[in-house]
């Protein structure tokens, strides 16, 4: 298992054995619930979450109170709908580069006939073209697309969306910029914001959700640790974040949170890597690149393979990368393909890794 060459960052991040270490030592050592009680421990434990937000916080420019946990950006991309359901009948503009927990939220909505879609236009790089963004009272904005790997300028969409409609709501998918790109919630004037830990590094089930004004908003979900007072005909719900956090948070993951930070701060991810590669394929007649050299990943089919066919052959190899429509079936439809095979490199992996990676490609596609 441990000669597998993993090229799958853009789907789950490796785990640094500082995440592991600090989740380990909770599990062993210093476990128990938050808010639930008066001993040491769980002291500790209000104290590590109170760090942990205040770490995402700094990470992507926010307020400790503006920082909801979540299970991941699935999770929080779908509470943003729930949040936003008293908005009436909305026109929500969504784009061909959403993953479909961005999309599918809003395509429910108007299916059920409580929303109207726009879809904006892409330019020939498929880029949002910000020169025809359309009026919306809701906006979902997937600041980088997980087959062509290119940070959108989220801060001039935005600007362009308000000049529309001042009061539209805008909604980011930061799932994969969070990994490649410094996330700047204030700089992006955004209303909501969600990122994934598991692709930065920290766990799977740990996620946040960006609140611009969170007083304005009322809960989603409702259980222990969201209210402060509940009487027979009322309820006050706690300050945020806690009036969206109902329930026991997921304290493991968000332990290991603020290492995963520190360590992708310290691991930028190398652009060579995805250079090399492209450089690589694009001698070999066979393949088709669909992204540019300077992305954060490398999206590819081959002519006369399919792409399932290639995932098996490449696997039995050793090397683990991620082939078919990546939960993006909009955007392969706008290349005109079914599907893709991606490599998406991490923190962890050498220009060897690449090299040895080339070198099976070009042997299996001769």
Not at 331 to 340: D, K, N, Q
Request: aromatic share 6%; net charge negative.
């Amino acid at each position: 298992m441990n000669k597998i060459i993993y090229l799958d960052a853009a789907a789950s991040s490796l785990k640094p054995d500082s995440v592991i270490d600090a989740e380990s030592d909770f599990l062993r050592n210093k476990y128990a619930n938050s808010g639930r009680g008066v001993c040491s421990r769980t002291a500790w434990v209000d104290e590590m979450v109170s760090n942990a937000r205040a770490a995402v916080g700094a990470f992507i420019n926010a307020k400790p109170q503006q920082i909801v946990f979540t299970s991941g950006a699935t999770d929080g991309l779908n509470r943003v709908r729930n949040i936003l359901k008293d908005v009436p009948h909305p026109v929500v503009a969504v784009s061909d580069l959403d993953h479909h927990s961005a999309r599918l939220p809003w395509m429910d909505a108007h299916l059920a006939g409580v929303a109207d879609l726009t879809v904006m236009s892409l330019d020939s790089q498929y880029n949002i073209d910000v020169s025809r963004i359309p009026r919306a009272d809701i906006m979902v904005i997937t600041a980088m697309s997980n087959v062509i790997g290119v940070t959108q300028d989220v801060a001039e969409i935005v600007r362009a969306a308000r000049k529309k409609n001042p009061n539209v709501i805008t909604i980011v998918d930061a799932a994969q910029y969070a990994a490649h790109a410094s996330v700047d919630v204030c700089a992006w004037d955004c209303d909501f914001m969600c990122f994934s830990g598991h692709k930065i590094g920290a766990d799977t089930g740990i996620g946040v959700m960006y609140i611009k004004n969170p007083e304005k908003y009322l809960p989603d979900k409702f259980g222990g640790g969201m209210v402060s007072r509940v009487m027979d005909d009322e309820i006050i719900f706690s300050a945020p974040p806690e009036k969206f956090e109902a329930g026991t948070l997921p304290l493991t993951q968000i332990v290991g949170m603020p290492f995963a930070i520190d360590n992708i701060k310290s691991h930028p991810a190398d652009s060579n890597l995805v250079k090399y590669m492209y450089d690589r394929l694009a001698k070999m007649p066979r393949v088709k690149i669909l992204t540019r050299p300077d992305a954060a990943l490398i999206s590819f089919v081959v002519d006369g393979m399919h792409v399932l066919d290639f995932g098996v052959l490449a696997g039995a190899h050793g090397v683990c990368l991620r082939v078919g429509n990546m939960c993006a079936t909009w955007i392969h439809r706008a290349l005109g393909v079914e599907g893709s095979i991606r490599i998406s490199p991490g923190f962890w992996n050498t220009i060897d890794d690449m090299q040895r990676t080339a070198d099976i490609i070009e042997n299996m596609v001769k």
